[in-house]
């Protein structure tokens, strides 16, 4: 099973999360701005989880890189 997800994200593009993280930052001030504090700070700790995915979707990408060189 971990192999089928492994090639499944490596289909995603790496830009993908590293945008979506600008995203969540984005859309975690304009809710400060509107004042929503709570839903803000709750957006806001998406970042790192997207960010950590991206640093996966490269792992997997490496790693299946270098099988295929083997």
């Given amino acids: 099973m971990a192999k089928e997800i492994e090639n499944q ?3 995603i593009p790496s830009d993908f999360f ?3 993280a600008i995203a969540a ?3 975690s001030l304009g809710l400060k701005c509107m004042k ?3 839903m803000a700070l709750f957006v806001g700790q ?3 989880p ?3 995915f991206g640093v996966y979707n490269k792992i997997v990408k490496t790693h299946g890189h ?3 060189e083997m």
Avoid: I, P, Q, S
Wanted: a positive charge; aromatic letters at 14%; hydrophobic letters at 50%.
């Fill in 9 to 11: 994200t490596a289909k």
């Fill in 18 to 20: 590293l945008w979506t």
């Fill in 25 to 27: 930052m984005g859309l």
């Fill in 36 to 38: 929503h504090k709570h």
């Fill in 46 to 48: 998406w970042v790192a």
């Fill in 50 to 52: 997207f960010l950590l």
């Fill in 66 to 68: 270098d099988e295929k």
